[in-house]
């Protein structure tokens, strides 16, 4: 849990998906998921609240190599903050909404097979010199083309999560941790906060995918061998103490 060697399974007891979540269009794809709370391992991320300060974007993941002995793969970083120019024609959500997404094409290789590149769990952000706090959580990719595994471009799009902070708040009962290196800055977060609904009509040739990011098989007769994406940024591993999510959509806070 959160990225250290200490792991424990936990029993959810309840799950809230966000009331304007929408399915067709993936704004405010989020839900609020609680577990057991009677565990030996306790950890905390804090959401980074303030997008000036945060000078750099690491895509991360951190998946279970074996859920039986819950044993973790090593965590994969991908550091850019670049966006694509093409970012808003692929996504309605997006294109209505820039301020509450990131949205970048880096993407790694699927746990399940080694043909078919998936987007990353969730998006932490460096604050210099030396903090890092996570910011945004994958919602949705957009692919021009039929398949998450297929030769086309894709797109990965994730939300941000400093305007759910009230959201989540009053779900728990209590408060969310937020995090900003100005500690003048200010930030009130809204309960209510929710996205500008967005049109579900579909762009032209663009196949929107959300949920489990490691169900894309190239087994299946739609999906094809992946190529490398173009490479405009670097790839690593990493030990740092942080924490992704593989659950089905929408995501978790």
């Known amino acids: ?18 009331p304007a979540y929408n399915a067709d269009t993936y704004v405010n794809n ?35 190599s074996s859920t039986t002995s819950l044993t973790w793969n090593n965590i994969i970083a991908f550091s850019s903050t670049d966006t694509p120019s093409y970012c808003e ?12 997404f990131l949205c970048n094409y880096a993407a790694s290789l699927s746990v399940y097979n080694n043909t078919c590149k998936v987007p990353y769990g969730v998006v932490f952000a460096a604050v210099q010199p030396d903090d890092l706090s996570l910011v945004a959580i994958h919602s949705h990719s957009a692919v021009y083309g ?10 990965h799009y994730y939300t941000v999560l400093r305007n759910y902070i009230g959201w989540a708040a009053g779900v728990l009962g209590r408060s969310v941790g937020g995090f900003a290196k100005d ?6 977060p809204d309960q209510e906060y929710e996205m500008e609904k967005a049109s579900s009509d579909e762009v032209e040739g663009v196949t929107l995918f959300s949920g489990d990011r490691y169900s894309q098989d190239p087994v299946d007769p739609k999906l094809a061998q992946v190529e490398p994406e173009p490479a405009q940024a670097s790839e690593s591993s990493s030990e740092s103490p942080v924490e992704s999510t593989s659950s089905k959509s929408p995501p978790v806070v």
Not at 41 to 49: A, K, L, P, R, T
Not at 146 to 155: D, E, F, I, N, T
Request: hydrophobic share 35%; with cysteine.
């Open 89 to 100: 024609e692929a996504s309605r959500a997006y294109s209505e909404n820039p301020d509450d």
């Open 30 to 64: 989020l839900a609020m998921v609680q577990f057991d709370q009677d565990s030996k391992v306790s950890f905390q991320n804090y959401i980074g609240i303030d997008p000036d300060e945060w000078n750099d974007h690491f895509f991360i993941r951190h998946s279970l």
């Open 1 to 18: 849990a959160g990225g250290g060697a200490a792991t424990e399974k936990y029993a959810i007891t309840q799950i809230d998906v966000h």
């Open 183 to 188: 500690a003048d800055y200010e930030f009130k």
């Open 146 to 155: 039929p398949s998450m595994c297929s030769k086309q471009r894709k797109l």
